[in-house]
């Protein structure tokens, strides 16, 4: 594995990893892929970004194992690099990672080699077109003042193809519908929400009053029809009616636990699970009765940060930055040197089944796009 920089000798040698690692002329591309058929394509992982050490962790579905970790000092980048989130090709031919601290985002084959990278200011996270061979990026929220647009990417070659304004500061939370016709993004410092129709370019801002919610994250029903996003300081999950793609709706403003954080809908979207940072708690939200259905809580949830599900929705991943020690892995050392963890958690009985040791301050994770 090695880091390719922007040079014609690095476009050449980038040519060649990517006709020997996937054998398939066009990468990137959701409906395309690069699959193999073979066993391993189909195998389903989980991305994890360790933020405090510039590394990666990859976790077998079926195993619930990590089998793979890669250190991006390795690959040439700082140990300030902070990956930050992270999502993968529906086949899982490609995943893709955004580093705050090298204002890059990169591009890594089914064998967890680095293919490519495009250059941005403090990425943030991250949405796959579902039939274009687009990339969208947003910005970090740790950025104080980030530049005010959402950055689109072409996968197949990780180009910047073009940069949408957003009118508003720190635009942050970001997802696109299944058929991919809509984006939306979101402030972090207004209760703003802009709506971005992907194949005119239309744009629409609409603006919502009362107190900052501070927008974490948005999660897409698999309908396309309904939006929930997350707000850091009001503790509320906002739900939107999509029913006109360019003015959001607010329908159900459902009280949670302390800081919301990363939301993930259910395969059947009947639910939506999201950690709760400062509570230590995770929610589950049943999208039916629009209430909470349940809390999760207990060993090794501990700043509940990202998430991600299992394709067949019966398990849950949530990434556990574990920055206050709350878990202690070992009690000799202090809680600065304890790791992060990703909990396991049976999403039928709320059981959580394994606690996996990870790097420090793990932050977002991913898994293979579903639309």
């Avoid at 040519?15 to 990137?28: C, M, N, R, Y």
């Avoid at 394509?41 to 970790?69: F, M, P, W």
Wanted: charged share 20%; glycine share 8%; hydrophobic share 35%.
């Amino acid at each position: 594995m090695q880091c390719f920089k922007n040079s014609v000798f690095g476009t050449l040698l980038l040519t060649i990893a990517l006709i020997i690692s996937s054998g398939s002329p066009v990468a990137g591309q959701s409906n395309s892929g690069g699959d193999t058929g073979t066993t391993s394509s189909t195998k389903q992982h989980i991305y994890v970004c360790n933020q405090g050490e510039a590394t990666l962790a990859v976790i077998d579905v079926e195993t619930n194992e990590i089998v793979d970790r890669i250190d991006l000092q390795e690959l040439g980048f700082s140990e300030n690099a902070k990956p930050h989130h992270t999502v993968a090709e529906p086949d899982g031919s490609f995943w893709y990672v955004t580093l705050i601290g090298e204002n890059r985002v990169l591009k890594f084959n089914r064998q967890n080699e680095l293919v490519g990278q495009a250059s941005m200011e403090v990425p943030g996270l991250l949405s796959l077109h579902p039939t274009k061979d687009l990339l969208l990026v947003g910005r970090s929220m740790s950025a104080v003042n980030p530049p005010q647009s959402l950055v689109m990417i072409r996968r197949s070659d990780m180009t910047v193809q073009k940069k949408v304004d957003t009118f508003f500061a720190r635009p942050h939370a970001l997802t696109t519908t299944p058929d991919g016709t809509w984006s939306y993004i979101a402030s972090l410092a207004e209760n703003q929400i802009l709506s971005i129709n992907n194949d005119s370019g239309e744009t629409n801002l609409t603006t919502m009053g009362g107190q900052t919610h501070v927008f974490v994250d948005f999660t897409m029903s698999p309908d396309g029809k309904t939006m929930v996003v997350t707000g850091q300081v009001t503790g509320k999950a906002l739900v939107f009616d999509l029913s006109d793609p360019s003015s959001p709706a607010v329908t159900d403003t459902i009280d949670v636990n302390a800081q919301p954080w990363h939301p993930v809908y259910s395969p059947d979207g009947r639910y939506v699970y999201f950690g709760n940072k400062e509570a230590h708690t995770i929610t589950k939200l049943d999208m039916k009765t629009r209430t909470v259905d349940a809390v999760f809580e207990g060993e090794g949830i501990a700043q509940p940060h990202g998430s991600a599900l299992s394709a067949d929705g019966k398990y849950l991943y949530i990434s556990n930055n574990n920055r206050k020690g709350t878990y202690m892995a070992d009690q000799s050392a202090p809680a600065s040197e304890q790791p992060g963890t990703v909990t396991v958690i049976n999403t039928e009985s709320g059981v959580i089944e394994k606690v996996i040791e990870v790097d420090s301050y793990p932050s977002g994770i991913g898994t293979n796009a579903r639309w």
